[in-house]
């Protein structure tokens, strides 16, 4: 018996074995992502060790696998996004799947109808995974229960993201090697956003504990029902919090004026080089993005050696890649 | 349940192999050595340390994993939900000669796996297969280049091995 096995490696062997014990135990079974309220803890964090081993496809010479070979994918995006569509696209191709980009603009019919009007045209086409994005909270659920494809929920209405929570608690994990006990802040338009969402049911699952920070008006009603604590003040809470994930302001969706003006809002909830004189040293800063610099964040906070901003795109692909995956496995078992 | 390798039988197989290794590749050129998750890693491992000290120069090792290569992942008979774990390969596979490690070459599936997703990540001088356990059933034209013990065991039957680092104990065995 060798006698030359260091302990790093020693211990890293049992992490593998133990891991390798639990997993067999474990098996995924759904073949739709729509959000992550749904989910357990248990399947969120076997989609993010999941994730771990496709980290590399990006980096290495041939940046291809063929898991999803001969399999479609569709891009069905009735909303704007660069970041979220072109990294499932580039996932789903890293993984030998065809993709096929479906640009629907709104129409006058009303969006129910036109969604599962579109979706059995796609049937017709015979695709195995469709990636949706749609303003109307509960169209990725809709889509599910109308197609016999596996079904990816890329955002919708005020409702969920979930890759983007995936991608978020993936990147907090990654450096800070767990999300127990870490208190996590995010700030701004959380009344108009799914990224809040699917980051609150991820984090919160995973054991961490988050506050949501912003304006009264733009605080989401009933949030007393939500596994969260709300601050109106990002002074009170710069100081506590390990990581701080900063949203956009969405103007597209702001009806109103939820506040007096830009300025006003940068001056009290932007993060700016003077706040971040007084978090913690190792605080992490994120940002869905895209980011309007100047407002939510100043671009020295954004550019500085907190951010993790394009670390979070990076893992999206990795995320997004261990999703497709999954969900195809869960379909191909069912047969 | 029947003992076939106990655990010096299994240190002086890894010796054999490892002496053939050597006799058999060019001195001028460099070997690395890759296991097949997850006890395929354990036995490259030991062979790297092996294979370092009596050549004098280092010969590294890394891990593959080939459950994105499997052919039986969109297959219904495809049983066992396979988990994607990391490959961890520190070095660069071009122009080595590459000593792929498995604990049971068996149907050669695995081995056809490997070789694809060991391709993707460059191109080796020449990759040869190393295994601790020859069983008969081959269903794909592949060989093992160092096999260490040939085992007869009928369809039914499987053959497993045991090391110390992953199961606490040293053996292989038929059952």
């Known amino acids: 018996m060798s006698k030359r096995i260091d302990s790093f490696t020693h211990k890293r062997i049992h992490e593998i074995m133990a891991l390798k014990r639990k997993s067999k135990q474990f098996k995924w079974q759904r073949k739709h992502l ?33 898991p999803l070979r001969g399999k479609v994918v569709v891009n069905l995006f009735f909303e704007d996004s660069t970041r979220t569509r072109n990294s499932f696209a580039l996932a789903a191709s890293r993984l030998s799947a065809d993709v096929i980009e479906f640009t629907e603009k709104a129409s006058s019919v009303s969006k129910g109808e036109t969604l599962l009007d579109t979706a059995r045209n796609l049937e017709a086409m015979g695709i195995d995974i469709v990636v949706i994005r749609h303003g109307a909270g509960g169209a990725s659920k809709l889509l599910s229960r109308n197609i016999n494809a596996c079904v990816i929920n890329a955002g919708d209405g005020f409702c969920e993201h979930p890759t983007q929570g995936l991608l978020d608690v993936y990147t907090i994990r990654k450096i800070k090697g767990t999300l127990e006990g870490l208190k996590i802040a995010i700030v701004g338009d959380i009344a108009h956003s799914r990224v809040a969402r699917s980051d609150m049911w991820a984090m919160t699952k995973l054991g961490a504990e988050v506050i949501f920070v912003g304006p009264p008006t733009l605080m989401p009603t009933q949030l007393s029902r939500l596994p969260v604590s709300v601050s109106y003040s990002l002074d009170e809470v710069i100081e506590k919090v390990d990581v701080i994930n900063m949203l956009r302001i969405q103007f597209e969706r702001l009806g ?33 993005g895209p980011i309007n610099r100047g407002l939510e964040m100043e671009s020295e906070v954004a550019d500085g050696q907190n951010s993790v901003i394009l670390e979070q795109v990076t893992n999206g692909l990795a995320v997004r890649m261990a999703v497709l995956f999954l969900v195809n496995q869960a379909a191909a078992q069912r047969h | 349940m029947k003992v076939i390798l106990n655990s010096e039988q299994i240190e002086q197989i890894l010796k054999d192999l490892a002496g053939r290794i050597i006799s058999e590749s060019p ?30 120069k280092d010969v590294p090792y890394g891990t593959l994993d080939i459950t994105l290569y499997r052919d039986d992942l969109n297959s219904p008979q495809g049983t066992a939900q396979p988990q994607v ?57 592949i060989q093992a280049d160092y096999a260490g013990y040939k085992a007869d065991a009928a369809p039914g039957e499987l053959v497993q091995v045991f090391l110390s680092e992953s199961d606490g104990k040293e053996e292989v065995v038929i059952e």
């Open chain 2, 85 to 141: 774990r990391t490959t961890e390969i520190g070095f660069d596979v071009d122009d080595k000669i590459i000593i792929l490690v498995d604990d049971v070459l068996y149907t050669g599936r695995s081995a056809r796996a490997a070789m694809d997703a060991l391709i993707d990540l460059g191109r080796p001088r020449a990759i040869k297969l190393a295994v601790l356990v020859d069983r008969v059933g081959r269903e794909f034209p």
């Open chain 1, 34 to 66: 729509l959000g992550l309220r749904e989910l357990s803890a248990e399947e969120i964090i076997y989609i993010l060790d999941t994730a771990k081993g496709f980290e590399q496809i990006s980096t290495r010479s041939v940046k291809k696998a063929p």
């Open chain 1, 256 to 288: 109103g004026n939820p506040f007096p003006s830009v300025r006003e809002y940068s001056h009290y909830f932007g993060l700016t080089v003077e706040r971040m004189k007084r978090a913690k040293p190792d605080i992490m800063v994120m940002h869905p």
């Open chain 2, 27 to 56: 001195r001028e050129l460099d070997i690395a050595v890759i296991g097949i998750r997850s006890r395929g890693e354990i036995l490259a491992q030991r062979l790297s340390g092996r294979l370092t000290r009596q050549l004098g």
